[in-house]
């Protein structure tokens, strides 16, 4: 991952707040009743963010032209406290009776402690107080993880406090968040950033990520609640001010997923508060930035050029944020629509890779889970009523219209082709990556990859990303990224090379043919970290619809090499053979829900087997059989791992791919009985089934 520098907030802003801080008597106590009043100097730079011309603010300006600073600024909390606003009226809550006496429990009371729920590193813990009673916004965490102190800094439990009290009327929940909110601006050590690393409560992320949803949906949603403090209330407004300077100045840089997050937070900011000076420039800034992302780096069939889907699908879901905000601030008009084909175009790339659970494909650095729930499914049919298709599918044919058949779909720029027996729940499905290696580091080295899911179940599975910092940091970094980690082939132990990053054109229509039957795809990987001499690995998948697949590969080389294949399993697999008369190196291995699936070589080549979990040096070279389903997890998993020497020339071999609901599977045998200059001809028999021949091809279409 890569890291951006440090950015901090103006020095003179931060001395005085640190003047208000040391006022303070118990800085973890509440806010004082008016900290413009005890401080004037603070105050004038909190009206100095408004613009205070605008006639809905004239009695501030009354009040701060008269000297009146602390009158300005209780007029200012009452401006949007009472409404109506200039902006941000879509994310005022209703009032609700106050009791004291109920409460949420759960996450919300862990938050009164101090104990926060971070998702982004799937970690609860509790953040330490400093000296003074300020919160410490720089703590990594239990595990001393720097990315646990950007997700902290990211104040998604700002969200999880207003829900609180919106549920229970209890102004405990609301005090806290101005409590959060007061204390974050008091504390940052920024500028210079003393922090010892390269993150930063004040990274640019972060700033885009507050931006775009926590401030400001906090600041209106708790306008409501007496107990969200005045104090808090107009040191928001000076955070966002500040948060837009910052993201104007630093919201180009990043991954283009940062990129993309960033501008949303400076867009989000303009529209919510018009009020902030300069506002009408900061709108302006954000739009340019984030059409030009969705124009550069989303490609034609709606991929974001990361070629990593968890990343796509925040960044679709950014665009997606941008247009709905627009459009409740009446600001519709200031939107192409190029633009709003862009984000249709990437929602349709969500909803039709998404496997038969709902969950996303596996490539890049993504964790398992879910793209959609009910919530945001009916906000996008309400964004596009329309795509009654996608409602199809989301719902498994429960409700809207059915897609034609096939049921498998090629993005043919980002190179990723997914196959489907159905549109329902106990479908099979799976994912072939033919495409680019992708613009930022969160790529993997994974092309002509096949992950399977099926039965409900994980069956050939991607080893995922580990962690970013910390005790998994040693496996993303040594192994996630891998061609080893993948389904795929390795060429004398040599990971694929990054390259090429994206590209200008898509992929020929002549590498696929999906028919009612069955699905065909084909593409060639010859780009090798380290490599003497040439070789080029060619692998063609053929699906026959609903039964099985039949991969086959080829390597042509200038020389003699090793060649080794790996089908990586999920964690809790259990491996066997498969009753005979099967291929005689073929195993059978259980899936994630009680599936199985079947890899059976074809019989005219002998491999050296071996079946790895856990491995990892020193005592081995590198690292083998990891998993890691979310962020943070790492557990050993089952790989099968075949590998033998090859000529040079042209070697060609097979694999028979047999999913079951559970195993063992029937018997399974494939051989390649011809092997053509542009296909192969293979034979499968299946248990007491007459045997099958099928012709694969292994080029493109004439």
């Keep these: 991952k890569k890291k951006k520098k440090k950015i901090g907030k103006p020095m003179s802003v931060l001395l005085l707040l640190a003047a208000v801080a040391l006022a303070t008597a118990q800085q973890h106590a509440a806010p004082p009743d008016n900290v413009c009043q005890r401080n004037n100097t603070l105050g004038k730079q909190i009206l100095a963010a408004l613009n205070l011309s605008l006639p809905a603010l004239a009695p501030v300006r009354s009040a701060a032209e008269k000297g009146q600073i602390g009158a300005a600024c209780e007029l200012l909390a009452a401006y949007f406290t009472k409404g109506p606003t200039l902006g941000g009226s879509w994310l ?57 102190m950007n997700c902290l800094n990211r104040h998604e439990y700002f969200l999880t406090l207003m829900d609180a009290h919106q549920s229970t009327g209890n102004p405990i929940y609301a005090a806290k968040v101005g409590d959060l909110m007061y204390d974050w601006s008091i504390h940052l050590p920024c500028n210079p950033c003393t922090t010892g690393t390269m993150e930063s409560p004040w990274r640019i992320l972060e700033v885009g990520i507050r931006a775009a949803e926590p401030w400001p949906t906090a600041f209106f949603g708790l306008q409501n609640s007496d107990a969200f403090n005045s104090s808090s209330r107009v040191l928001a407004l000076l955070v966002l001010h500040e948060h837009a300077i910052a993201l104007v100045k630093y919201g180009q840089e990043g991954a283009p997923n940062w990129r993309m997050q960033q501008w949303t937070g400076l867009i989000n900011i303009a529209l919510t508060v018009p009020e902030l000076s300069d506002s009408a420039a900061y709108l302006q800034t954000g739009l340019a930035g984030i059409i030009k992302e969705i124009e550069t780096e989303v490609y034609k069939d709606g991929v974001e050029t990361e070629e990593t889907a968890g990343y796509d699908r925040m960044s679709a879901f950014n665009f997606w944020n941008v247009l709905q905000t627009l459009q409740r601030a009446n600001r ?10 862009a984000v249709e175009r990437m929602m349709n790339y969500l909803v039709y890779s998404l496997d038969q659970g709902g969950n996303q494909p596996r490539n890049g650095d993504t964790d398992y889970g879910k793209a959609f729930d009910s919530g945001n499914t009916a906000t996008l049919m309400a964004q596009f009523p329309k795509r009654t298709d996608w409602l199809y599918v989301l719902t498994h044919g429960n409700n809207g219209t059915r897609p034609p058949d096939p049921p498998t779909r090629v993005f043919d720029y980002a190179g990723q082709v997914v196959m489907r027996s159905n549109w329902t729940e106990e479908s099979q499905w799976a994912f072939f990556d033919i495409g680019p290696f992708g613009s930022s580091g969160h790529a ?115 020389r003699p090499r090793i060649v ?14 498969p009753p005979a008369p099967s291929s005689p190196q073929a195993k059978s291995a259980t899936g994630s829900a009680g599936g199985c699936i079947t890899v059976a070589p074809s019989t005219e080549h002998t491999w050296n087997y071996t079946l790895v979990q856990g491995l990892q040096p020193p005592h081995t070279p590198y690292f083998q059989g990891w998993f890691s389903q979310t962020y943070l997890d790492c557990r050993p998993s089952p790989t099968l791992v075949f590998r033998r020497a090859v000529s040079a020339g042209i070697d060609t071999f097979a694999w028979l791919l047999l999913p079951a609901n559970k195993c063992p599977t029937a018997a399974a045998s494939l051989q390649v009985v011809k092997v053509a200059a542009d296909s192969v001809v293979v034979e499968v028999a299946l248990g007491g089934q007459p045997p099958e021949q099928l012709t694969v091809r292994t080029s493109p279409l004439p």
């Design 444 to 558: 993997h080295r994974d092309k002509l990859t096949l992950n399977i899911r099926a039965n409900n179940s994980l069956l050939l599975v991607d080893s995922g990303r580990f962690a970013y910092n910390g005790q998994g940091k040693v496996y993303h970094e040594q192994y996630a990224a891998t061609t080893r980690a993948h389904n795929t082939i390795t060429i004398d132990d040599l990971n694929q090379a990054a390259a090429p990053a994206t590209v200008s054109t898509p992929s020929s229509n002549k590498t696929w043919s999906f028919t009612p039957a069955s699905d065909w795809a084909v593409a060639a990987q010859s780009d090798w970290d380290g490599l003497k001499g040439s070789a080029t690995h060619t692998r063609a998948v053929l699906y026959q619809r609903g039964k099985y697949w039949v991969v086959v590969d080829s390597v042509q080389s200038d």
């Design 92 to 148: 005022r809550l209703p009032p609700v009776p106050i009791n004291t006496t109920r409460r949420a429990g759960g996450l919300a009371d862990q938050a009164l402690n101090d104990t926060f729920d971070l998702t982004g590193v799937r970690e609860t813990a509790k953040i330490p107080r400093l000296a003074d009673g300020g919160l410490d916004w720089t703590d990594k965490g239990p595990r001393d993880d720097p990315e646990f």
């Design 564 to 577: 080794e294949a790996t089908w990586h399993l999920y964690p809790t697999s259990t491996v066997t053979s």
């Design 332 to 341: 519709s008009a200031a939107t192409p629509p190029e633009y709003t084909d």
